[in-house]
C-alpha cells in the first residue's frame, strides 16, 4: 500500500515540478526546480526499500530488520547541495530582477526592460560593464 | 605512501582555495598565492602522473601503468569512499592542470581589481577542486558531489560581471544543470536500488556477473541512459546545448577558457569511465529487442545513441558557428562541434567488436580532448585578450588585428590552425586519428560526418580570420594595444599547441596507456576491492 501511495506522490510531485519549470515567471521556475530536485530526494528514500524499522542500533546490538541507512547519508547530501543551489537560485533570480527590471522569462530573453535600449546587449558585445 | 599521491591535486586545490579566500582583502598576497597553487596543483598532477604513468610508457616501451586506489577515511571498499588514479584519471588531470596554470595567471592580469578581491580566486580553485574530484571518484554518488562542488563554483564565475545578459545565461545555465543535477540523483539512486553498490569497481564487478549478485542488468540499462541525458548536458551535446552559447558569452575570457577547455572534458571523463570501464561488461541477453539496436552488450545500446548526438553536434556546432558575429559566439558554437567530434571516436568504438579498435577509439576522443582543451583555451584568450584592448569582440567592428598586434594573430591563428587540424598541430592528430577509427570501425557515416565537420571547422575559423585578423585595421583596433603580460600568456599556450603536435609521440604513448586503463576492468576492480578477487 505504501508503495503505491509514495509512487502516486512521486509522480504528482515530479508532474507539479516539471509544470512549474515550464511557467514564464522566474520565481516559479525556482520553485520548480526546488520541487524536482526535492522528489528526487524522496524517491532516493525509497530506493532503499520501505520495510524495516529505523536503521538505529543500540550498543551491542545487532542490525537485524533496520532499513538501509546509507540512502538516508545520500539524501542529507543532496538535501544539503540542494539547499545551498536553491537559495543561490533565489538570489540569481532577485539579481535578474535588477537588472531587467522583469522576471518573465520571455522578456528576459528579448532583452528586459533595461536591454531593450541596447539590442546589443545581448549579443555579449561588452562585457566590462 | 604512494597511494597518498592520488589526494594531493584535490588537498592542493583546497588549500589554496581556503588560502586565497582568507587573503581576499590583500590583493597582491592572494593573487600570488592562487598562482603558487596554481603552479603546487600542476607539480601534484605531474607527480601523481608519473607514479601512475612509469616514464618507460611514454618512450613506447611495454610495460604497465599502475591503478592507485586510496580509500578514504581507511574505510574498505565498497563502504567507504574510494579514490582512483589510473592512466585515464591522470591523463584528465595532466590536461586539467595544463590548461588550468595559463588560464590563471591570464586571469591575474585580466579579471578587474574589484573582481579578484571579491571572489576569483577562491572560486576558481574551487572549481578545480570539484574537477579533480571527479576526476578521481571511484564512488557513483561522490561523482555526483564534484559534480555539484565545479558546478556551484561555475554558476558564480559564469555570472560574474552580473550584467544583465550575464544574469540572464546564468539563470538558464543554472536552472539547466539543477534539473540535471536532480536526474543524475534519480539515476543513481536507481542504480543503488537494482545493483545494490554505488561503488563503481563493484558495479563493474556485479555487472559482469549478474546471476551471482541477483542483478537484472535491463533496468540498469534504463537507469544508466538517464545518467547518460545528465553527461550529455554537461559536455553540451545536442540536443543539451542550449546554455554553452549564452554562458560562454557571459563568462569572463578565463572562466569561459577553463568552462571549455577543462569542465567539459570532465563530462567526456565521465561518458568514458562509466560507459566503457564501469558498465562496458554489462549484457542485456536477445529479451530486449528494441528496433534499431544490434548486439547484447550495453555499449552496442549506447554506440547509435552517441552517433546521433556526435552527428548533431558537429553540424549544429558548425553551422552555428559560421552564422555568429561575435567571437565569443563562434568560440561557443565551435565547442559544440567539437565536442561532437570527441564523442564520435566513442560512438565508433562502442559498436566495435574489435577490441584494438575500441583502444584506438578511446585515445582518439582523449587526444581529441586535449587537442580541444589547449586550442579553445587559448583562443578564449586571445578573444579576452582582443576585448582587453579594443573594447569589443564583436567581428564586425574588428579587423586588422594581425598588423596591429602580430603576436596575438599568430596566437589565434595558431589555435584556429590547431581546431581545423593543419599538421603539426595538435589538432592534426586528433583529426586523423579519428578518421583512422571510423575507417578501421567501418562506419562510413562516422567518415562522412568528420569530413563535414571538418570542411565546417576550415569554413569557420578562415572566416573568424578574415573578418577579424585579416586586412585594414578599422578605428577601434587602432585604439588599443593588450597589455604584454596577456599577450605573453597567449604566446605561451599557443607555443604548447605547437609544441604537443611537435612532440606527439610521447602524448599519443600517454593516452594509449589511458585507453587501456579505461578498457582494463578486471584491473581497475582489482586495485580498488581486491578482498573479493579470490572469491
Redesign the interface.
Given at each position: 500500500m505504501t508503495e503505491f501511495v509514495l509512487a502516486a506522490v512521486l509522480g504528482v510531485l515530479f508532474a507539479v515540478g516539471t509544470f512549474l519549470l515550464l511557467r514564464r515567471d522566474v520565481v516559479r521556475v525556482v520553485w520548480g526546480v526546488a520541487i524536482v530536485s526535492q522528489s528526487a530526494n524522496v524517491y532516493l528514500v525509497t530506493m532503499g526499500g520501505l520495510e524495516g524499522a529505523a536503521p538505529i542500533v543500540a550498543h551491542g546490538g545487532g542490525g537485524g530488520g533496520a532499513t538501509d541507512p546509507l540512502v538516508q547519508a545520500l539524501v542529507l547530501t543532496a538535501i544539503v547541495i540542494g539547499f545551498g543551489t536553491t537559495a543561490f537560485a533565489l538570489v540569481l533570480t532577485y539579481r535578474v530582477y535588477e537588472e531587467h527590471g522583469t522576471i518573465d522569462v520571455v522578456d528576459i530573453a528579448a532583452g528586459g526592460v533595461n536591454g531593450a535600449e541596447d539590442p546589443d546587449a545581448s549579443q555579449g558585445g561588452d562585457r566590462d560593464d | 605512501m604512494t597511494e597518498q599521491l592520488v589526494v594531493a591535486p584535490m588537498l592542493v586545490a583546497l588549500v589554496t582555495a581556503v588560502g586565497t579566500l582568507l587573503a581576499r582583502d590583500r590583493l597582491r598576497l592572494s593573487g600570488w598565492l592562487s598562482l603558487a597553487g596554481g603552479v603546487a596543483y600542476l607539480v601534484a598532477v605531474a607527480a601523481l602522473f608519473r607514479a601512475v604513468v612509469p616514464v618507460a610508457v611514454l618512450d613506447g616501451a611495454d610495460a604497465s601503468t599502475a591503478v592507485l586506489a586510496y580509500q578514504l577515511s581507511g574505510w574498505p571498499a565498497p563502504y567507504g569512499i574510494t579514490l582512483v588514479a589510473d592512466a585515464l584519471s591522470a591523463f584528465m588531470l595532466a590536461i586539467a592542470a595544463v590548461v588550468s596554470l595559463p588560464v590563471l595567471a591570464f586571469a591575474v592580469r585580466y579579471v578587474?581589481e574589484y573582481g579578484q578581491r571579491l571572489s576569483f580566486h577562491p572560486l576558481y580553485h574551487f572549481l578545480m577542486l570539484g574537477v579533480s574530484g571527479a576526476f578521481l571518484t571511484g564512488d557513483l554518488?561522490n561523482l555526483?558531489?564534484w559534480f555539484?562542488v565545479l558546478l556551484?563554483a561555475s554558476?558564480?564565475l559564469v555570472?560574474f560581471?552580473?550584467?544583465?545578459?550575464?544574469?540572464?545565461a546564468?539563470?538558464k545555465y543554472?536552472?539547466l544543470n539543477?534539473?540535471g543535477?536532480?536526474?543524475m540523483?534519480?539515476a543513481?539512486?536507481?542504480l543503488?536500488?537494482t545493483m545494490g553498490t554505488?561503488n563503481m569497481a563493484d558495479m563493474a564487478r556485479r555487472l559482469a556477473d549478474p546471476g551471482r549478485y541477483g542483478v537484472d542488468p535491463v533496468p540498469v540499462l534504463g537507469l544508466t541512459a538517464v545518467l547518460f541525458a545528465v553527461f550529455a548536458l554537461k559536455v553540451g551535446l545536442v540536443p543539451f546545448q542550449f546554455w554553452v552559447p549564452?554562458a560562454y558569452?557571459?563568462a569572463?575570457a578565463p572562466v569561459a577558457a577553463v568552462l571549455a577547455g577543462v569542465v567539459k572534458k570532465v563530462g567526456v571523463y565521465a561518458i568514458v569511465r562509466v560507459y566503457f570501464t564501469v558498465f562496458g561488461g554489462g549484457r542485456v541477453g536477445t529479451e530486449l529487442a528494441l528496433p534499431g539496436f544490434a548486439g547484447e552488450s550495453f555499449l552496442s545500446y549506447f554506440g547509435p545513441i552517441m552517433l546521433v548526438l556526435a552527428a548533431a553536434s558537429i553540424l549544429l556546432g558548425g553551422l552555428g558557428a559560421v552564422g555568429q558575429?561575435?567571437l565569443?559566439?563562434l568560440l561557443a558554437y565551435s565547442s559544440i562541434g567539437q565536442i561532437g567530434f570527441v564523442v564520435l571516436p566513442l560512438a565508433v568504438g562502442a559498436t566495435a567488436v574489435d577490441p584494438t579498435v575500441r583502444r584506438l577509439a578511446v585515445a582518439a576522443a582523449l587526444v581529441y580532448a586535449l587537442n580541444h582543451a589547449v586550442a579553445k583555451a587559448l583562443l578564449f584568450l586571445v578573444s579576452g585578450a582582443l576585448?582587453d584592448a579594443v573594447?569589443?569582440?564583436?567581428l564586425r567592428e574588428l579587423g586588422g588585428v594581425a598588423r596591429v598586434d602580430p603576436t596575438l594573430a599568430a596566437g589565434f591563428f595558431l589555435g584556429a590552425l590547431a581546431l581545423v587540424g593543419i599538421p603539426p598541430l595538435s589538432g592534426f592528430f586528433g583529426k586523423l586519428l579519428v578518421f583512422d577509427v571510423a575507417v578501421r570501425g567501418g562506419s562510413d557515416i562516422a567518415l562522412g560526418l568528420g569530413l563535414g565537420g571538418a570542411i565546417l571547422t576550415i569554413v569557420y575559423a578562415s572566416l573568424a580570420w578574415n573578418r577579424g585578423f585579416w586586412g585594414e585595421p578599422t578605428e577601434a583596433v587602432r585604439r588599443g594595444t593588450p597589455g604584454p603580460a596577456l599577450v605573453a600568456i597567449v604566446a605561451l599556450l599557443a607555443v604548447a599547441v605547437l609544441a604537443i603536435g611537435v612532440g606527439f609521440d610521447p602524448v599519443f604513448e600517454a593516452a594509449g596507456a589511458a585507453a587501456d586503463a579505461a578498457l582494463a576492468r578486471g584491473e581497475y576492480v582489482d586495485a580498488v576491492d581486491p578482498a573479493e578477487v579470490s572469491g
Open positions: - | 578587474d554518488f555526483f558531489v555539484e556551484m554558476y558564480v555570472v560581471y552580473g550584467g544583465p545578459q550575464h544574469t540572464s546564468a539563470l543554472v536552472v539543477l534539473v543535477g536532480a536526474f540523483l534519480v543513481v539512486g536507481g543503488y536500488a554505488l549564452s558569452r557571459a569572463p558575429d561575435d565569443d559566439g576585448l573594447g569589443t569582440v564583436d
